[in-house]
């Protein structure tokens, strides 16, 4: 989408914000699009299976099904018996999705469907053994990546990072380790991330609700990985440390929130209406917090997803904005588990719709680095065994409740 000029900035907000289409653009600013970045660092050698879950928390799963420990037993067990771990499987590829705002072919619904579906398999092979997982996930990344070749209208950037990001963890621990998935069709699935997801969700597209950028960046990140590609880990880098500071509040952010990074949206009454009318900043609170907490949830996910591929790889996002990401947990975790809105919270009215979305920054922050977090762990343990929310986010309390391991 191009640069709008500010005058049109009701006109923008007004249809996207009914619509739900929503995201931010990447620069290389830290906040304000202006001021300069830490430098990305991308590995010289990118360590595998290494995008959301490594080698040793794979490990780690194993030991505690097999030992019949919670809650990952139930996590595991739950897996086994959604549709998308059936061995009979059947996926669908389109050779154009084709998704507008809010709605889209059928084919929308059975690309996301199928790349959860290949995750799913990859993670019941990973824990099982049973060679059937991984050839079944197989058969579905060979179907799309002999089929799909482009994503077209409105929503293309956000459904090519829903079913991206699921697609790169999928095909990163399978060909870590099953010998089978070698030669020309592994380098197809490749053409077909760099051909048909990169380049929309490498995409600028500035002054839309952050969700989408953030999502956008979880599934660049994981490609980036599974391709090595340098260029694309940095690039996803810089995004994230522009978009996480411009969703989530800190008081130390001054008075009013940081502007959306590369856009045009910077006077108060302007971030007012961007977030969704409030007025009053509290430490924590989201760009989306008024308009509902699944939206909120998406981009806690997907934030965390972004800090946790990067750790995996050597580089610690997390600890450059701990306290920012824990605030926000713990703020939208306290009302997402009933707790009465006051009146300067979006009016008094919260919209309590998070999935199953805290376990991945949950387990680094308190897992890893001792911060106390006992709103999010309480909310946890209310979703566990969490499950997949049909999009991007799939099995998390299986992959990383309580497992802490080192990359």
């Known amino acids: 989408m191009h640069r709008r000029p500010k005058i049109l900035l009701a006109a923008l907000l007004g249809p996207a914000l009914l619509l739900g289409t929503a995201c931010g653009a990447g620069t290389t600013g830290a906040g304000t699009g202006t ?11 990118f360590r595998h299976p290494g995008v959301l879950v490594g080698g040793a928390q794979l490990a ?28 009979d499987y059947t996926p ?35 824990v099982s053994g049973k060679a059937a997982h991984a050839a079944k996930a197989v058969e579905i990344m060979d179907a799309w990546s002999k089929t799909v070749k482009e994503h077209t209208r409105d ?15 999928a095909a990163e621990i399978v060909h870590a380790g099953y010998p089978a998935w070698r030669g020309p069709a592994v380098q197809r699935f490749k053409w077909m991330l760099r051909k048909a997801y990169l380049p929309a969700v490498t995409a600028r597209v500035p002054d839309y609700n952050g969700n989408w950028e953030l999502a956008m960046t979880d599934a660049a990140i994981g490609m980036a990985v599974f ?4 260029t694309v880990f940095e690039d996803a880098v810089r995004r994230y440390r522009a978009r996480v500071p411009a969703y989530f509040y800190l008081s130390s952010d001054g008075a009013l929130p940081k502007p959306p990074p590369g856009g045009t949206i910077d006077t108060a009454d302007e971030l007012a209406t961007y977030w969704f009318g409030q007025r009053t900043y ?15 949830g ?40 009933g707790a009465t809105a006051p009146k300067w919270l979006c009016g ?60």
């Open 60 to 87: 780690a799963v194993r030991r505690h099904v097999e030992a019949g420990e919670e809650p990952w037993t139930s996590a595991y067990e739950a897996m086994g018996e959604s549709e998308y771990a059936a061995l």
């Open 92 to 126: 669908h590829p389109a050779r154009t999705v084709a998704c507008a705002s809010n709605a889209g072919t059928d084919a929308c619904v059975a690309e996301r469907e199928d790349a959860i579906a290949a995750y799913t398999h990859a993670l019941m092979w990973s």
């Open 282 to 296: 509290a430490d924590g609170l989201g760009q989306e917090t008024c308009r509902n907490f699944m939206h909120i």
């Open 348 to 407: 008094g009215k919260v919209e309590r719709t998070m999935g199953p979305d805290v376990e991945v920054a949950l387990n680094h922050l308190e897992g890893r680095m001792g911060m106390k977090l006992p709103e999010t762990a309480k909310l946890a343990v209310s979703q566990r065994p969490g499950g997949t929310d049909d999009l991007f986010v799939a099995w998390e309390t299986l992959t990383h409740a309580s497992n802490p391991t080192p990359a």
């Open 227 to 230: 391709l090595e590609d340098r």
């Open 298 to 337: 998406y981009s806690l996910a997907a934030t965390a997803h972004i800090a946790e591929t990067a750790w995996h790889q050597g580089l610690d996002l997390y600890r450059e904005e701990a306290e920012r990401i824990g605030a926000a947990l713990e703020f939208h975790a306290r009302y997402q588990l």
């Open 155 to 169: 929503d293309a950037d956000l459904q090519t990072a829903w079913s991206g990001s699921s697609w790169a963890r």
């Open 35 to 45: 001021e300069a970045a830490p430098a990305a660092v991308a590995p010289e050698r």
